[in-house]
């Protein structure tokens, strides 16, 4: 619990930046009210409540990545976290301290979105568990990714490589897009990642499946949740001694 100290300063951090909290926020409500309308206009299964939004809230987890990447980036650059690394805590104290702060946000980002896709037809019952499980394990692995991208690269670079991240969650997740219609190199890198795993269990769930239907694809999640985590640490324990 070494870590405690040092997590609630990057809280104090994480929320003071008002214009990062408003669109991690704001962005995916807007996005999911903008195309629950078309999906009213153009009957397409994909903008479905149902299929819209799982596909809002795992694109909004790109934004995680951006902010974790570059708050560490930022404290690994300055003399705070230089002053920091002469004291005992471990590797896995300082990426424990940056991921933690940022869960809460991913909390509010899936909360806010099924509330608004509530209104838009989603069903909101005991299943949505389920869901809640499976796309906060793809938040934790979203937050890893930052931690890798923020102990291997600096500030400056961080901004335009967590862009990136955000445009493959695009691309490749199906968020906006059925990856297994449209098969070729978007099926097969999709399926190599874990947010087309995480989007198909999610809506599964919402379209009625049991955990039994879908505990393959939330492996798929929480191996790569973990595989980001252990990542980050020891990308950090890398570049801090260098």
Known sequence: MRFISLANRNIKEVYRDHVSMGLGLGLPIVLLVLFASIGKNAPIKIFTANALTPAVIVFSF??????????????????????????????????????????????????????????????????IIFALIILFTLA????????????????????????????????????????KMVGGIFGAVGYALPFAYALDATRGILNGSGWGDIIIDFYWVLGYALIFFIGGILCFRWRTKR
């Open 62 to 127: 790109g934004f995680l990545t951006l902010y974790s990447a570059m708050l560490l980036a930022r404290d690994r650059e300055s003399a705070f976290l230089t002053r920091l690394l002469t004291t005992p805590l471990k590797p896995s104290d300082f990426i424990l301290s940056y991921i933690l702060p940022l869960l809460p946000i991913a909390l509010l980002q899936i909360i806010v979105c099924f509330v608004v896709g509530s209104l838009y037809g989603v069903t909101i019952n005991l299943s």
């Open 140 to 179: 934790f692995a979203c937050i890893g990714i930052g931690m890798i991208i923020g102990s291997l690269f600096s500030e400056s670079q961080t901004g335009g490589i967590g862009s990136m991240v955000i445009v493959i969650i695009s691309l490749f997740s199906g968020a906006w897009m059925d990856l």
